[in-house]
């Protein structure tokens, strides 16, 4: 809530003498918010001060000053009105002018009035030096009370017109007194006999500039022999007088020096926080040693000031040049290797940690007495041999040498202390990292595969690629398994974690997977294995993994996921995700299912699996990097796997920077297409091979475009797949074939073939071979030349 103090003019006499001045003179009243001054309210105006902002009466009494001179807020008039208010103390001000709603060069006399002020403006340009009037006076006496110091100058011209001097006309009491004179004595005196050092001190030349052209001036004089410093305010009246107000200003210009020396001071620590800051982000972002010499180089070097650096390690009992900058051969011969007890003053700063600073030639000379071992000092007059430690561990020695002599100031020396101390944190860093990645990159090719198993028909190629930012092992790894007879494992897998450990886990997992797979287990069995194996053996982690079976001669393939991303598959035009049955990771849950699921590889085709470093992270949806990923194989120059992969590798997939490990596997189909079609896999001699048998057929059904015939095909697999397993003992070897029809066949180890019988009315035994008498065809069973039996049935095509 804005609240209006008191301030509206209410004493006749004072407005009488306030309508008589020939300057303007405005009354105004604080309006308050919440008890602080917000704004202004005008209360008066005489009729010179309407003239004097060209406006009306009616237009300003009762409006805020904010709305009549907005430029007042910005130019420190309004403030000025509040500081008056409020401490009861006049001000003076001069401003300048040029605007829509005032225009002129005003001097503002502002004194407080009831809970507001008054003001009296002045137009510098047309002031009168002679009272006119009763009013005038008071308004005179007025002067004395207010400015710190008023004169008012003629000038005297010679017969030329020049200006030559000037005739005091008007001086207020504080202006004399500041003179150190009376009034009486300085009225009506010239300039010359009253102020005879105007001429030395250039203020005539600036009153006789400013009654020639009318510019005012305002200029600071300072008086070091007295300590004290003044501002002079000049202008010029209409009549050609000059009009000179003046007040010392020794605080305020003290006040202004020391504030500068704060500043400067507050710069150079700002600057050495900089140079630090600047060095610091060059030396974090370093991982090796070179990266670290090269921060030192182009940051630490400029930043210290430096013309030549270089950089000397511990080596058992020598220090060895590792970098320089700046040096001449001769210099760099001689410190390539030194011995700790030579009396160049990096040794001893290697020795005993603490830094030395030599800031003249002779001090360096004098360091080193012996011409015939001393190291040249080059170009160089001032140095600085600051330790490189690290919690007590002295690395070596930092050497800044100058071109010029040099006094090393304390803040200068925290600096260079301060630098050389980050660098040697970056170089012990560095120095374990380079070690860390020598071993890691060794346990991560101990591993992988050396190199992966050629196979006629099939071309691959693999990457993988360690996360950039850290040292440690990952868990990713990729596996390409001959088995015989055109069939080739494939797998990717990822164990969770980044450590030796986790490393150590992949090398179990992969070689289990690989034993199992070289068993000839099927997919699902294999995992299953895997699985089982992980948790016996208690390793606490778990493991997602894609494995495949690749059927080269069949042209399909059965794969298996366990809590793993599905294969990208690439035919013609098209890439797809493929839409594969999924498991949970390894090493969760030992009744954990993993199920299959089969499709067609066609001739030319590529394969691709990958982790999920590839695609996702934290900040990037894995939607968005298998979209990525789908795009930039589409794009593929070729169907050449190193080729894909380098493409892939080039492309905007996934996030940038990474921040997982990548494996990725590229595989190229290059087996024609058998004709006719057929598949054929091996079941264990188990209740759960049936199931697993319905999936494989079906899957085929749908590849071959063959899905009419799924529900009849299926029931009949599951009767003839569930009698060789009841019956027999080992494996059953379920075949699919399509020709003019479709043709199903099941082995097994039994020489027994299917008797058909009655089927009881009270059991569900005996009905299979009545139901494929009626849905087939045509059926029949047969021996084999090893031994065992081959039942089938054929299902004519539905066209």
Same mark, same amino acid.
């Given at each position: 809530m804005v609240t209006a103090g008191a301030g509206t003019p209410s004493d006749p006499e004072l407005l009488a003498l306030l309508d008589s001045d020939p300057q303007g003179w405005v009354l105004a009243r604080a309006l308050r918010e919440d008890g602080r001054i917000v704004d202004f309210e005008l209360t008066y105006i005489n009729d010179a001060g309407c003239r004097l902002v060209g406006r009306s009466r009616v237009d300003l009494v009762g409006r805020r000053y904010r709305e009549l001179w907005p430029e007042t807020v910005h130019d420190g008039t309004l403030p000025l009105y509040c500081t008056v208010v409020e401490t009861r103390r006049p001000a003076t001000r001069t401003v300048y002018y040029d605007r829509a709603t005032v225009a002129g060069h005003f001097e503002f006399w502002i004194g407080p009035y009831g809970d507001g002020f008054g003001v009296r403006f002045v137009d510098l340009s047309k002031v009168t030096v002679a009272p006119q009037s009763a009013g005038g006076t008071r308004l005179y006496d007025m002067l004395d009370a207010a400015f710190d110091g008023f004169t008012l100058l003629r000038p005297v011209r010679d017969g030329n017109g020049e200006i030559v001097d000037f005739v005091c006309?008007?001086?207020?009491?504080?202006?004399?007194?500041?003179a150190g004179r009376t009034v009486e004595d300085i009225i009506g005196q010239l300039l010359s006999?009253?102020?005879?050092?105007?001429?030395?001190?250039?203020?005539?030349?600036?009153?006789?500039?400013?009654?020639?052209?009318?510019?005012?001036?305002?200029?600071?004089?300072?008086?070091?022999?007295?300590?004290?410093?003044?501002? &002079?305010?000049?202008? /010029?009246?209409?009549?050609?007088?000059? =009009?000179?107000?003046?007040?010392? *200003?020794?605080? $305020? #210009?003290?006040?202004?020096?020391?504030?500068?020396?704060?500043?400067?001071?507050?710069?150079?620590?700002?600057?050495?926080?900089?140079?630090?800051q600047e060095v610091t982000n060059a030396l974090v972002a370093a991982s090796t040693a070179a990266e670290v010499y090269a921060a030192i180089g182009s940051v630490l070097r400029p930043s210290a000031g430096g013309q030549g650096l270089a950089l000397l390690l511990l080596n058992d009992t020598h220090l060895r040049l590792q970098y320089h900058a700046g040096y001449e051969p001769d210099v760099v011969e001689q410190l390539r290797r030194l011995a700790l007890d030579h009396p160049y003053p990096a040794t001893a700063v290697s020795r005993?940690?603490?830094?030395?600073?030599?800031?003249?030639?002779?001090?360096?000379?004098?360091?080193?007495?012996?011409?015939? &071992?001393?190291?040249? /000092?080059?170009?160089?007059?001032?140095? =600085?041999?600051?330790?490189?430690? *690290?919690?007590? $561990? #002295?690395?070596?020695?930092?050497?800044?040498?100058?071109s010029e002599p040099r006094t090393f100031e304390a803040e200068e020396r925290d600096t260079l202390t301060a630098l050389a101390g980050l660098s040697a944190q970056a170089l012990?860093?560095?120095?374990?990292?380079?070690?860390?990645?020598?071993?890691?990159?060794?346990?991560?090719?101990?591993?992988?595969?050396?190199?992966?198993?050629?196979t006629p028909g099939l071309r691959h190629a693999a990457r993988y690629l360690p996360w950039s930012h850290g040292v440690d092992v990952?868990?990713?790894?990729?596996?390409?398994?001959?088995?015989?007879?055109?069939?080739?494992?494939?797998?990717?897998?990822?164990?969770?974690?980044?450590?030796?450990?986790?490393?150590?886990?992949?090398?179990?997992?992969?070689?289990?997977?690989?034993?199992?797979?070289?068993?000839?287990?099927?997919?699902?069995?294999?995992?299953?294995?895997?699985?089982?194996?992980?948790?016996?053996?208690?390793l606490d982690t778990i493991a997602t993994c894609c494995y495949l079976e690749l059927h080269l001669t069949e042209a399909t393939v059965t794969a298996v996921?366990?809590?793993?991303?599905?294969?990208?598959?690439?035919?013609?035009?098209r890439t797809d995700i493929l839409d594969l049955r999924r498991g949970i990771p390894l090493g969760v849950a030992r009744s954990a299912v993993y199920p299959e699921t089969t499709f067609v590889l066609p001739p030319g085709a590529n394969l691709v699996l990958y982790t999920d470093g590839l695609v996702e992270d934290h900040r990037h949806p894995i939607d968005q990097g298998l979209e990525e990923l789908c795009e930039a194989l589409r794009g593929a120059p070729s169907r050449n796997p190193d080729e894909i992969l380098d493409h892939v590798l080039g492309s905007a997939v996934g996030p940038q920077p990474r921040s997982d490990d990548v494996a990725v596997l590229c595989l190229t189909n290059d087996a024609p297409a058998p004709f006719p079609p057929y598949a054929r896999r091996r079941f264990r001699g188990e209740a759960i091979s049936a199931s697993a048998a319905r999936r494989f057929a079906a899957d085929l059904l749908v590849a071959w475009g063959q899905q009419p015939l799924a529900g009849d095909a299926l029931l009949l697999l599951d009767e003839v797949v569930t009698n060789a397993i009841?019956?027999?003992?080992?494996?059953?070897?379920?075949?699919?074939?399509?020709?003019?029809?479709?043709?199903?066949?099941?082995?097994?180890?039994?020489?027994?073939?299917?008797?058909?019988?009655?089927p009881d009315a009270e059991s569900e035994n005996g009905r299979g071979l009545h139901i494929i008498d009626h849905l087939a065809s045509d059926w029949g069973a047969e021996p084999l030349p090893g031994g065992g039996k081959r039942v089938w049935f054929r299902l004519p095509l539905i066209t």
């Amino acid at each position: 809530m804005v609240t209006a103090g008191a301030g509206t003019p209410s004493d006749p006499e004072l407005l009488a003498l306030l309508d008589s001045d020939p300057q303007g003179w405005v009354l105004a009243r604080a309006l308050r918010e919440d008890g602080r001054i917000v704004d202004f309210e005008l209360t008066y105006i005489n009729d010179a001060g309407c003239r004097l902002v060209g406006r009306s009466r009616v237009d300003l009494v009762g409006r805020r000053y904010r709305e009549l001179w907005p430029e007042t807020v910005h130019d420190g008039t309004l403030p000025l009105y509040c500081t008056v208010v409020e401490t009861r103390r006049p001000a003076t001000r001069t401003v300048y002018y040029d605007r829509a709603t005032v225009a002129g060069h005003f001097e503002f006399w502002i004194g407080p009035y009831g809970d507001g002020f008054g003001v009296r403006f002045v137009d510098l340009s047309k002031v009168t030096v002679a009272p006119q009037s009763a009013g005038g006076t008071r308004l005179y006496d007025m002067l004395d009370a207010a400015f710190d110091g008023f004169t008012l100058l003629r000038p005297v011209r010679d017969g030329n017109g020049e200006i030559v001097d000037f005739v005091c006309e008007y001086v207020n009491q504080l202006g004399a007194k500041l003179a150190g004179r009376t009034v009486e004595d300085i009225i009506g005196q010239l300039l010359s006999d009253v102020v005879p050092q105007s001429w030395t001190d250039g203020m005539f030349e600036r009153y006789r500039t400013v009654a020639g052209n009318g510019e005012p001036c305002r200029v600071e004089l300072n008086y070091p022999a007295i300590g004290q410093a003044w501002e &002079v305010n000049i202008g /010029r009246a209409s009549s050609g007088v000059v =009009a000179v107000s003046f007040r010392e *200003v020794t605080e $305020e #210009v003290d006040r202004k020096q020391q504030l500068t020396r704060s500043v400067a001071l507050a710069e150079q620590a700002a600057a050495r926080a900089r140079t630090l800051q600047e060095v610091t982000n060059a030396l974090v972002a370093a991982s090796t040693a070179a990266e670290v010499y090269a921060a030192i180089g182009s940051v630490l070097r400029p930043s210290a000031g430096g013309q030549g650096l270089a950089l000397l390690l511990l080596n058992d009992t020598h220090l060895r040049l590792q970098y320089h900058a700046g040096y001449e051969p001769d210099v760099v011969e001689q410190l390539r290797r030194l011995a700790l007890d030579h009396p160049y003053p990096a040794t001893a700063v290697s020795r005993t940690g603490q830094p030395r600073y030599l800031t003249s030639v002779a001090e360096f000379d004098a360091a080193q007495p012996d011409p015939a &071992v001393a190291v040249p /000092r080059g170009g160089r007059q001032a140095w =600085a041999f600051l330790p490189l430690a *690290v919690a007590g $561990e #002295v690395l070596g020695t930092l050497v800044v040498g100058y071109s010029e002599p040099r006094t090393f100031e304390a803040e200068e020396r925290d600096t260079l202390t301060a630098l050389a101390g980050l660098s040697a944190q970056a170089l012990q860093r560095a120095l374990l990292f380079e070690a860390r990645t020598s071993m890691a990159a060794a346990l991560q090719r101990a591993l992988l595969p050396a190199e992966l198993p050629q196979t006629p028909g099939l071309r691959h190629a693999a990457r993988y690629l360690p996360w950039s930012h850290g040292v440690d092992v990952g868990g990713d790894w990729y596996d390409v398994i001959a088995l015989g007879n055109g069939v080739v494992g494939v797998v990717i897998g990822d164990i969770a974690g980044h450590s030796a450990a986790a490393a150590a886990t992949m090398g179990q997992v992969r070689n289990a997977l690989r034993a199992y797979a070289t068993e000839r287990h099927t997919p699902a069995g294999v995992l299953h294995h895997v699985n089982q194996l992980m948790l016996d053996l208690h390793l606490d982690t778990i493991a997602t993994c894609c494995y495949l079976e690749l059927h080269l001669t069949e042209a399909t393939v059965t794969a298996v996921l366990a809590g793993h991303l599905p294969p990208m598959l690439r035919t013609g035009d098209r890439t797809d995700i493929l839409d594969l049955r999924r498991g949970i990771p390894l090493g969760v849950a030992r009744s954990a299912v993993y199920p299959e699921t089969t499709f067609v590889l066609p001739p030319g085709a590529n394969l691709v699996l990958y982790t999920d470093g590839l695609v996702e992270d934290h900040r990037h949806p894995i939607d968005q990097g298998l979209e990525e990923l789908c795009e930039a194989l589409r794009g593929a120059p070729s169907r050449n796997p190193d080729e894909i992969l380098d493409h892939v590798l080039g492309s905007a997939v996934g996030p940038q920077p990474r921040s997982d490990d990548v494996a990725v596997l590229c595989l190229t189909n290059d087996a024609p297409a058998p004709f006719p079609p057929y598949a054929r896999r091996r079941f264990r001699g188990e209740a759960i091979s049936a199931s697993a048998a319905r999936r494989f057929a079906a899957d085929l059904l749908v590849a071959w475009g063959q899905q009419p015939l799924a529900g009849d095909a299926l029931l009949l697999l599951d009767e003839v797949v569930t009698n060789a397993i009841q019956h027999t003992v080992g494996d059953v070897l379920v075949e699919l074939r399509l020709e003019r029809d479709l043709i199903v066949a099941v082995s097994d180890s039994s020489d027994r073939a299917p008797q058909p019988r009655p089927p009881d009315a009270e059991s569900e035994n005996g009905r299979g071979l009545h139901i494929i008498d009626h849905l087939a065809s045509d059926w029949g069973a047969e021996p084999l030349p090893g031994g065992g039996k081959r039942v089938w049935f054929r299902l004519p095509l539905i066209t």
